[in-house]
């Protein structure tokens, strides 16, 4: 194709376009008069259609508003509903169903909250009368059903009960209180306790606690306080005396101690120590326990309910402990003391922790007060003790020199101190805190020991023997030390003072010999005597030794009967005592015998001056000390 025929093309296609665009350009502008003229009309259409909408939307708030108040009216009628179906299960009243009742209580209440914020209702004002009148009545029977289960389920412990539930060390059966495990010695058994396991009673069932405890929660929301605190106090309270009065506790006076005879009074403590443990370990833990079970949420209350529901068992049981501490002193009652001491002591955690509240505080001060009485009157009774021993003037005289019923009452009462060397400690801090308890009780037993020792002294002055005051003397103060070195007393006293007390034995037994022998010895010796010479046996007249032998014989015999009459407790001591005399008088007879005895025995009659051979001597000894008795006893 040539050139002028393509150009000639391109104008026909040039001219197509621009005929195409004017014709869409015509569209375009028939199109926007006809959108302005749908426009024009739009606007009318609206103008005459604005009142219709109006009308239709305040249609549409009156059907919301008619909504709501059919469902506001809806709520109104539930709640009077509620209200019927709570009052038909209050008048039925807690005992077929107390769960149900309980939620009806709630559903009143709330329904009450509800009608107290919808005051403008019409029928607001006596629906709330209706309710609140109800509620009173629902609450009134509320402390009936309170009170009535209460009282149905809090029954006194049998105090075989109580026994179950002790450690089986301290149950009845295994021997009377305060005497338990004999085969321990005291430190021992205390010991023991330290681990023991209590287990404390069930004193309501359990089932029963979560009904007391939503009762309670409902009188409380009453603001009936006041009403469930008497209620529950006098109930708990008269339960909690009976169980103690059981076990056989009683309110005793200062006056009505005194007048016990001993044997009576020291039972009646054993016992009220066993008492008070049972009490604060089972009873008043228990009590503790279901005090705040039931009135759990009511400190206040909680706390003082628990203070009056055992004020005054514990009162009936610290007033004997206090008619104890303040009645007269004497020796025999420090260990008793001293018990009740430590079992006030032992329990004196649980007391702080039963007792620790505002409202206990006078019952747990009287606790400790009475624990620091106990004290101070074990205290001054070691003073009276200690002044008792020194001044004791029993007229007792044990004639044969043997250990004095003082010297072995003194002693085992110091050893049986010593079982209570822990406790002992504990009661010295009470006073001094300045010196250690270890070195108190060493000054204590060492004044104790001193006094009797002093004593000893004056007793020994009542024999008209020397040798006999010399052997008892040696006899008790023997005593004292073998008795301290196999006691703790030991640790206490130390090595010297035993080795010092051993020396001063030996001391008597030496004098006893010396006062003794000595006289009887110097007839088996010719110094000094007359006709006697170098003292060569050739010098001395046959006369001289038949009276030596005769004067021998006299008070050997003299000697054998009084002294075998005599005793030496201890075999040890006996055995060496003899011992000793048979070192001195035999040696010095057998020397005297081959000396002097040809001339006797080649005479007349030779056994009526040697009567007796060295054998005979020696058996004779070994009848020194047994405490024979003889028809005619010599003193």
């Known amino acids: 194709m040539g050139v002028p025929q393509a150009m000639g093309a391109l104008r026909e296609r040039a001219a197509f376009v621009r005929e195409s665009l004017q014709k869409s350009q015509t569209i375009t502008d028939n199109m926007v008069s006809i959108l302005g003229s749908f426009d024009y009309r739009l606007s009318a259409l609206e103008t005459a259609m604005r009142p219709t909408q109006i009308r239709t939307h305040s249609i549409r708030k009156a059907h919301e508003n008619i909504d709501k108040t059919l469902k506001s009216a809806e709520v109104i009628l539930a709640q009077f ?52 009148n109800l509620l009173a009545k629902a609450i009134s029977k509320l402390e009936d059903e309170f009170r009535q289960l209460l009282k149905n389920y809090s029954k006194p412990v049998e105090p075989d009960r109580l026994f179950d539930c002790l450690p089986n060390s301290l149950r009845p059966s295994s021997g009377p209180p305060g005497q338990e495990g004999d085969s321990k010695s005291h430190a021992e058994h205390q010991k023991s306790l330290q681990a023991a396991i209590y287990t404390p009673p069930t004193l309501i069932p359990p089932r029963v606690l979560p009904l007391l405890h939503d009762l309670a929660q ?45 044997e009576v009074l020291e039972a009646k403590i054993g016992s009220w120590i066993h008492h008070m443990r049972i009490s604060v370990k089972l009873l008043f833990a228990g009590e503790r326990k279901i005090c705040d079970q039931i ?91 200690e002044e008792a021993v ?69 007793k020994s002055k009542q024999y008209k023997d020397p040798a006999l005051t010399q052997l008892f003397l040696m006899n008790n103060i023997h005593y004292i030390v073998r008795s301290v070195r196999r006691s703790e007393a030991k640790d206490v006293l130390g090595d010297d003072w035993v080795q010092i007390q051993r020396r001063i034995v030996q001391q008597h037994a030496n004098q006893y010999k010396r006062v003794s022998w000595a006289k009887i010895l110097q007839c088996l010796t010719v110094q000094g005597a007359p006709g006697s010479g170098g003292g060569d046996s050739g010098s001395i007249s046959r006369g001289i030794v038949k009276d030596r032998f005769k004067t021998f014989n006299a008070q050997f ?61 020696e058996r004779m000894l070994n009848e020194f000390f047994e405490g024979k008795t003889w028809n005619d006893p010599k003193r």
């Open 295 to 385: 009135l759990d949420g009511v400190h206040s209350l909680r706390d003082q309910c628990f203070a009056e529901v055992t004020a005054n068992s514990v009162s009936m049981l610290l007033s004997f402990g206090e008619a104890i501490a303040k009645s007269k002193r004497s020796p025999e009652k420090l260990f008793v003391l001293l018990d009740m001491y430590e079992i006030m002591r032992e329990l004196q955690s649980e007391i702080q922790f039963l007792f620790g509240s505002k409202a206990c505080m006078e019952m747990r001060e009287s606790a400790f007060s009475l624990t620091k009485r106990l004290a101070q009157t074990a205290q001054e009774t070691f003073g009276d003790f």
């Open 218 to 262: 409902q009188m409380v929301l009453a603001g009936h306080q006041q009403q469930l605190f008497r209620i529950y106090r006098d109930t708990r309270a008269s339960v909690l005396e009976q169980s103690i009065r059981k076990l056989g506790v009683e309110r005793l006076s200062k006056d009505d101690v005194q007048k016990m005879p001993w």
């Open 557 to 617: 015999e003299e000697i054998h009967q009084r002294q075998s009459q005599w005793t030496v407790p201890d075999s040890e001591l006996r055995e060496s005592l003899r011992l000793a005399v048979a070192e001195v008088l035999l040696p010095a007879y057998r020397s005297f015998i081959k000396r002097f005895g040809p001339m006797i025995e080649n005479g007349k009659n030779p056994t009526k001056y040697i009567r007796y051979r060295p054998e005979d001597l």
């Open 81 to 132: 509903d509620l209200t019927r179906k709570a009052e038909a299960k209050i008048l039925k009243g807690p005992h077929e169903d107390l769960e149900s009742y309980l939620e009806a209580i709630d559903q009143l209440r709330a329904n009450i909250k509800f009608f107290s914020s919808n005051k403008s209702l019409k029928s607001s004002d006596g629906v709330l009368t209706q309710c609140n």
């Open 390 to 458: 020194e001044k004791d003037a029993t007229k007792t005289t044990v004639f044969d020199g043997t250990v004095h019923p003082l010297t072995s009452y003194v002693i085992n009462y110091v050893k049986f101190l010593f079982d209570y060397r822990s406790t002992l400690k504990l009661l010295f801090e009470e006073f001094d805190t300045t010196h250690p308890p270890e070195s108190q009780l060493a000054a204590v037993t060492t004044r104790i020991v001193l006094a009797l020792q002093n004593n000893l002294d004056g």
